[in-house]
Structures are given as C-alpha cells and as structure tokens.
C-alpha cells in the first residue's frame, strides 16, 4: 500500500452491507475488482486485494448502467493485519452526474412503458368487466352461462383481438376434451374443427402452444384461441385466462344456485295455490 494512513473521523454513520458482491470500479484510472463493506451518506468503504497500491487523494469512479457516474476520493487506507488478505479503503463521494442514454435507448424506455401501461389498463378493464358480471349473476340479471362468456369474448376482441374461447373437461379416462364457448364472427367452420383439436391438445399437455403463428392461450381449464396475430399480447392473455378459468366455475355456482331458488320459488307458489284451492 502507498502513503496508508487511518481515519475514523467519519462525520456519517456507516451502515454495513450484509451480502457483500464484487463491483467494477476504477481507480486511480485503472481497472479494479472491489467489494463494497459498508455504505454512508458521505461515501462507500471498500475491501482491495492485499498488495493492491493505493493511495490517499486517488480518484475512484464508478458506472451504473452507463447512465450514472459516481466519483469520489479516497480518504483514508487501512493495511490488513492479522494475516488478512484484504485492505480498506474509505472513499468520499465528490460527483454524481447523470449521463442521459440515446435518443433510440430512450424511445425504447418510452416504448416499454407504453406497453406496460396499455396492459396494464386493458388488465384493469378486464377485472371491472369480470365483477359487473359478477354483480348481473347475483342480481339475477344474466340467467345464461352463455351470456357471461361471450360479453368476456367481445371485450377481449374490442381490446386485443378475434379469438375463440375453449373451456376443457377432461373425462374419466383422463382425455382432455375441448368444448366451444365462444365462437368469433371471424371464425370458419373449417378452421374451428381443426382448432378443436388443436385445443384439446392444448388442454391435454396444460401448455400454451402456437399454430401457425396463432398462440392457444392456456390457463386453468380455459383455452384462448387468437384467430389473429396478438404481438406481445400473449402474457396478458395468459393472465386473462387464469380469471376466467377460476371464475367459470364460480359463475357456473351462482348460475346453479339461482336456478335452484328459482325452481324452490316455483314448488312453494305451487303449493300455495294448491293449498289455497283445498
């Protein structure tokens, strides 16, 4: 070590850094390996290779990401003792500048945040859709599975696109059936015979797959079939699909249950009458 000298005068507290990890630094203008000990509010302190020179006043720099460039000066060494084979070293920060990235660089940070964005509020639109419909069971205002599943198919093609909707049951021998839910307008009678399959394949090996570059969206017991090209949609439907397959069945419950109180109200004005006319 060169010029060492020691210092705890240290005018911040230091806090130390418990999963210590190896940082590429310069210092003094040259390449080096280090480990951050412990972190203040004035600077960092290090751990060096024993033999590594250093000196007070050296420059220490450090990149992040190529955006953000630390700078700062080494304060105080400390030679390793007792056979240990590392130093320390204390390092005040000086400068911190902000090196804006490209103008491509940052239109894809745009372009990334667009798209978590759009997911983001086509995803939210999903969960208030799914409630109301939700609110329509209960209330008695949807009496049809079939009703609730193709409001969910029209929303989806208004938002991301033409698709079929598959639920899978599989059967006692363990076959994995496709049955049609929802057929788009869009659809052929050709192409929905060979997508039947193609779905309960899907169901059966419980794996999203593409066909002709059209991905089968699987989740749950739910197949999604895009009839078009989704781009990077697929994520997001994958998500869709997991909601819908959970609330298939709690739906197909409510449906169940209000059919049940429908036929108890029919037996008990039966009876009523009947009693009324005795």
């Known amino acids: 070590m060169g ?44 751990e060096v290779p024993y033999g590594t020179t250093v000196n007070t006043d050296d420059f ?46 940052l239109q894809d940070m745009v372009d990334a945040w667009m798209n978590i964005s759009h997911s983001y509020n086509i995803f939210d ?16 205002n ?23 909707i598959w639920q899978v049951i599989t059967t006692g021998t363990g076959q994995a059936d496709a049955i049609l839910l929802v057929e788009s307008t869009n659809a052929t009678n050709e192409s929905t015979k060979e997508a039947a399959s193609r779905a309960a394949s899907v169901g059966s090996s419980q794996l999203t797959q593409w066909f002709d570059g059209k991905p089968f969206v699987f989740s749950e017991n739910v197949v999604i079939e895009c009839l078009t090209d989704i781009g990077t949609n697929t994520d997001l439907l994958h998500r869709l699909a997991h909601i819908l397959g959970k609330r ?19 037996e008990i004005e039966r009876y009523r009458d009947a009693f009324g006319k005795s």
């Open 3 to 46: 010029n060492e000298t020691t210092s705890d005068n240290r005018r911040h507290p230091r806090i130390s850094i418990q999963n210590r990890k190896l940082v590429e630094v310069e210092l003094d203008g040259k390449p080096h390996s280090l480990i951050v000990a412990d972190i203040s509010q004035g600077g960092f302190g290090f």
């Open 248 to 266: 298939l069945r709690l739906w197909t419950k409510l449906l169940s249950r209000n059919i049940a109180l429908q036929i108890l109200g029919e």
């Open 142 to 164: 949807i009496g049809e599975f079939s009703d609730a599943v193709v409001g969910i198919a029209m929303w989806i093609e208004q938002q991301v696109g033409p698709v079929n």
């Open 60 to 105: 220490l720099a450090i990149g992040i990401e190529q955006v953000i460039n630390l700078r700062g000066r080494v304060r105080w060494v400390s030679p390793a003792g007792g056979g240990a084979k590392e130093a320390r070293l204390g390092v005040e920060f000086e400068t911190l500048t902000v090196q804006p990235k490209s103008s491509e660089d």
């Open 125 to 140: 639109g999903f969960l208030r859709i799914i409630e109301s419909i939700d609110n329509d069971i209960l209330d008695g």
